[in-house]
């Protein structure tokens, strides 16, 4: 559910008008709905209600400080991937210990940050990252608080470049190794030893991957602690998806994926921790387009928006199907016409959908992408030497601005020009 809903003909966020939105800001735009965050925020944490837990934002879903701070403000933590996202959750207020540090190449500068700033825990991904993390914790004169990320080499039927938990994938430690790893982790003095983390992949769209990933954690939870590890924190990772089609059969709520977690790991008695970033900020977010021309080819329309690849990768990058819909209500019965919907950048992979059917629009008329929020803006670029897109943020019956849009020369003067040209 989402607060993106069309009222008196017209979409609106919330109760700003979309296209108010835009005469303010100029299209293209990606709008976040406050509401919708806040939601999908307490969904998880209400389904996690009776554990011990902290939902840890998967900040590089959307990452605007806005964004950041509204969540962080609800309870939520947060789960970074490099030195930029933890300084930039750090910016929006976010203290340290509510801050996870994910991802397979950390560097010995990046740990350095987290430990001076201050973390909750590293999730460990290799053994050559444990020295460095023991070497640079000793040296500062702390212990490092960790987690090992195993891979429970589970397929999570999801899109091959967001799977991450098979043994190909280059996440994690085969789980059929975490014995061997957790003992090496335990002898090095600048580590503590405090969890296990997993993480699958992303829009999963069925439970049963899940469930076959936290049984192997359980058993594992168990066989460390008979190890003599005192194991006291699982860090379940993201991974739930969104239904990005309307027609598509919903994926499961957090409601049932914290059944799940209860049922499976509810017994240890460990504090659960999830790093939910697509569910939350997904339907949270449209991008806002302007139709610049309707051409008509040999065999199809084109609907050419001012929108571009750069702006949402999604679609080029993952075949991902993202809703299109006008701004102004359709009319009821209008008869839906078959687009492709392509954007202005010079390639043929700028396209956003083949063969759709909409309602009717035309040159000078906005259509937004719906489940937009989350891996839109974050993925963005300026290729084709085009701006980054603003942000906005919708509360209620205001907006604000939460990224503008840099000027030609922000972005030009940028390079430099070496001495001898
Ligand atoms: N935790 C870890 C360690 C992750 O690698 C990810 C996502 C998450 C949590 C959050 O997963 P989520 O709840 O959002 O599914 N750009 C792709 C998605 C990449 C996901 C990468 N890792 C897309 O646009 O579909």
Known sequence: MDHFIYKNGALHAEDVPVAEIAAAVGTPFYVYSTATLLRHFHLFDDAL??????????????????????????????????????????????????IVFSGVGKTAAEIRLALEGGIRQFNVESEPEMEVLNATALAMGQ?????IR?????????HAKIATGKSENKFGIPISRAREVYALAASMDGLEVIGIDVHIGSQLTDLAPFEAAYQKVAELTETLRADGHNIRRLDLGGGLGIPYARDNQAPPLPVDYGALVKRTL?????????EPGRLIAGNAGLMVSEVIYVKSG??????IIDGAMNDLIRPAMYEAYHDIIPVIEPAPGVDQVKFDIVGPVCESGDTFAKGRFMSPVTAGELVAFRSAGAYGAVMSSEYNSRPLIPEVLVN??????????????????????PEWL
Do not use: W
């Open 396 to 417: 209620k019956d205001q907006f604000a601005v939460i990224r503008r849009r840099p000027t030609f020369d922000e972005m030009i003067n940028r390079d430099t020009i």
């Open 150 to 158: 195993v891979n429970p080499d589970v397929d999570a039927k999801t």
């Open 49 to 98: 209600d009776g554990l011990d837990h902290l939902v840890c934002y998967a900040m590089k879903a959307a990452s605007n400080q806005a964004i950041l701070k509204t969540l962080a403000q609800a309870g939520a933590g947060m789960d970074v991937v490099s030195g930029g996202e933890y300084r930039r959750a750090k910016a929006a207020g976010v203290p340290g210990d509510r």
């Open 266 to 274: 509810g017994h240890l008695g460990c504090e659960i921790e999830i």
């Open 298 to 303: 040999e065999d199809r329309d084109f609907l």
């Open 143 to 147: 212990m490092a608080p960790i987690t």
